[in-house]
Nanobody
Framework: QVQLVESGGGLVQAGGSLRLSCAAS????????MAWFRQVPGKEREFVAARVWLFGSTYYADSVKGRFTISGDNAKNTVYLQMNSLKPEDTAVYYC??????????????????WGQGTQVTVSS
């Protein structure tokens, strides 16, 4: 059973930074894709960023390109989301997700098999 545990959310002022972490356990993730999604009440879950573990290739939503960076530590089975120049519109619950295959591009949440519990990110203006 795969488990994903997120941490690092919180309250930050606009222009500030946060780093989210997602610790994965229960499998070897060398063939997986790890991703971050976000969701605000009343809206669909939105793709943010993804990293294909095997190749290290990364993908970003247009809204976060140049501000967010997804990275991973293979030894720790952990993926990170460094968020810089945060904006109030980045406020959401951020979810870590894993797909047991290589997922290319900005794929919808239905392609991901496992999910964390979510961590709240609030950006004040």
């Amino acid at each position: 059973q795969v488990q994903l545990v997120e941490s690092g959310g919180g309250l930050v002022q606009a222009g500030g930074s946060l780093r989210l972490s997602c610790a994965a356990s229960g499998r070897t993730f060398s063939s997986y894709t790890m991703a971050w999604f976000r969701q605000v009440p009343g809206k669909e879950r939105e793709f943010v960023a993804a990293r294909v573990w095997l190749f290290g290739s990364t993908y970003y939503a247009d809204s976060v390109k140049g501000r967010f960076t997804i990275s991973g530590d293979n030894a720790k089975n952990t993926v990170y989301l460094q968020m810089n120049s945060l904006k109030p519109e980045d406020t959401a619950v951020y979810y870590c997700a894993a797909a047991s295959k290589s997922v290319v591009g900005t794929a919808p949440p239905t392609l991901y098999d496992y999910w964390g519990q979510g961590t709240q990110v609030t950006v004040s203006s």
